[in-house]
């Protein structure tokens, strides 16, 4: 009997037996996933192959495997200018065009007005700050009358004092914050380089240089710094949750010397140098005489010369240097400083060949004798011998008489012009440059005053040829380039020195801007 239809199609449909290959077990050792988001679904209004949709699609493909890009920090990202009215109004509010009587201070208040959280650290802290430096507890805005009274702004400049940069406080780092202070530390550095130089001169009138730079690094050297604010009781202020004496060099010191340059940048705007050597030595503590500053021993020179007839009896303090005043018939503006500097042996070099050939040249290059309104004739004549002493032994240098005379040679007078040409160099950048951080006006202030570009204004204007060298060396300093012209920058130093104790800061000005043109904006001949 014939199989039906059905069972015959089914036999036919069926898989023949074949021999099965042997399976080999691979391990999957890794997975790539495709991360790339799908194209977005294209509108029904566009066609598969529009540019539209196909460029839309490459724009997500490069999104997807482009690496994640770095941009600039912030501080390089260029803003856009203020609109003329917005910088206005930001001028106009300013602070620091609320005084013209006082240009220097008005520069160094906060460039806005204060905030709410500014004035509540002042309320809780301030009271704090003054009584350890032996201030009244008063606002400082009774003192005094009218705003031409700079003791009035003290309060405001001592908060900005202690203001140091912490990344934590929001306040802190708000811009007119920060400014204020940097620009603060940035003046007060070279105020108390200067109070240290003019004391230290007056106190040691027979001590060459090098040993007082030594007491002077030993008393405010930035390792010492932690310790002179906590000794005054104010290092809560600076380190509020922080134990002073377990933190690490590198976090305690850089606050610590912030806080303590800007404090003496305060006090010397408002107060003036009397009170920066009263918180120096009373408030802070500092003994000149202390075992810890005292220099290194060396061997010293015999000095047979006299001194004058102030520094014979006794040893000056600091309260001498702090309350002198000059009488009003004084030669000089800082008669007394002067006499530190130019010992009284150099009138034995009155009349000799320099003082008839050079001297009226030099005095001729640089303005003098500068008029001045003496009552009595004689006082002019003999400040004018004077003045022709000190540029002498300003041009004066040590291979000629250091040996058998110590004092006769311009490392006394370079001492002070280094110190007076960096604070007077500050303050005209301060008042030039009103929104500048305290740490590009050091860049600058550094780079301005060099000793290369000192020593070479001085011999622009020829004046190298009269240096007083000992014949020993004069061939090699006059034609050798390296030892030329640090003779030559120490020249130009002692000559600003010799300008501030005769006729004072403003005559320092004078030849450093207008004389020998430091900021190097004047024409130049063709």
Same mark, same amino acid.
């Given at each position: ?23 080999? @077990? ?23 192959? !529009? ?17 994640? %890009? ?29 005084? %013209?009587?006082?240009?220097?201070? !008005? ?14 650290? /002042? ?28 003791? &009035? ?24 914050? &920060? $400014? ?27 001590? !060459? ?7 002077? +690094? ?17 290092? $809560? ?26 404090? #003496? ?26 075992? !810890? ?45 002067? &006499? ?11 009349? $000799? ?18 008029? /001045? ?21 300003? #041009? /004066?240098?040590?291979?000629?008489? %250091? +040996? ?42 550094? @780079? /301005?005053?060099?000793? %290369? ?30 030892? &030329? ?30 004389? +020998? ?10």
């Amino acid at each position: 009997m014939a199989p039906p239809a059905m069972a015959f199609q089914a036999l036919t449909l069926a898989p023949l037996p074949l021999p099965t290959a042997r399976r080999r @077990r691979v391990r999957v050792l890794a997975v790539a996933a495709d991360h790339t988001p799908p194209p977005p679904p294209a509108s029904s209004s566009e066609p598969a192959n !529009s540019p539209s949709r196909l460029l839309r699609e490459l724009a997500q493909r490069k999104k997807a495997v482009s690496p994640k %890009k770095k941009h600039p920090p912030r501080r390089f990202i260029l803003k856009p200018p203020l609109d003329d009215e917005r910088l206005t109004r930001r001028f106009l509010n300013s602070p620091q065009l609320s005084l %013209k009587a006082l240009p220097l201070l !008005s520069s160094c208040l906060p460039s806005a007005p204060l905030s709410a959280a500014d004035k509540t650290w /002042m309320d809780e802290y301030l009271l704090e700050a003054k009584q350890a430096l032996g201030y009244p507890l008063a606002p400082s805005e009774t003192l005094g009358e009218g705003d031409d009274c700079p003791a &009035r702004h003290f309060d405001v400049l001592l908060y900005l004092a202690f203001q140091h940069l912490d990344p934590s406080s929001e306040r802190t780092r708000t811009r007119h914050v &920060r $400014n204020g202070h940097s620009r603060l530390w940035f003046l007060g550095q070279f105020v108390l380089e200067l109070a240290f130089c003019e004391f230290f001169l007056q106190r040691y009138p027979r001590e !060459s240089p090098g040993p007082m730079r030594e007491r002077v +690094f030993a008393l405010i050297g930035k390792k010492v710094l932690p310790k002179w604010l906590k000794a005054a009781s104010l290092h $809560n202020l600076v380190f509020p949750y922080d134990d002073v004496d377990k933190m690490i060099r590198k976090d305690r010191e850089p606050p610590s010397k912030a806080v303590f340059w800007a404090l #003496f940048g305060a006090i010397y705007l408002c107060f003036g140098m009397p009170e920066v050597y009263r918180v120096l030595f009373e408030a802070f503590g500092m003994d000149p005489d202390d075992e !810890s500053c005292q220099p290194k021993l060396r061997r010293q020179l015999e000095d047979v010369d006299y001194v004058s007839v102030e520094f014979e009896k006794r040893q000056l303090t600091w309260q001498d240097v702090a309350a002198y005043r000059p009488p009003s018939d004084a030669l000089f503006a800082h008669p007394r400083l002067f &006499r530190a500097c130019v010992p009284p042996g150099m009138h034995r070099f009155r009349g $000799n060949i320099w003082d008839f050939d050079n001297r009226p040249k030099v005095m001729a290059t640089l303005g003098y004798p500068l008029p /001045m309104n003496d009552r009595i004739p004689e006082i002019t004549e003999a400040r004018n011998i004077e003045l022709g002493l000190g540029l002498q032994l300003s #041009f /004066m240098h040590p291979s000629k008489h %250091k +040996f058998e005379h110590p004092r006769f040679c311009f490392e006394r007078l370079e001492y002070v012009g280094q110190k007076i040409q960096d604070l007077v160099m500050a303050e005209r950048l301060l008042m030039k440059h009103l929104d500048a951080p305290g740490r590009w006006l050091a860049e600058k202030h550094r @780079r /301005m005053l060099m000793n %290369k570009y000192c020593g070479r204004y001085l011999r622009d204007k020829h004046l190298h040829h009269y240096i007083i060298y000992g014949e020993s060396v004069q061939d090699r300093f006059e034609h050798n380039r390296r030892l &030329r012209n640090p003779s030559t920058t120490a020249v130009q130093q002692a000559i600003h020195g010799l300008a501030y104790c005769v006729y004072g800061k403003p005559d320092v000005r004078r030849l450093m801007f207008e004389v +020998f043109d430091f900021e190097q904006v004047q024409p130049k001949a063709v």
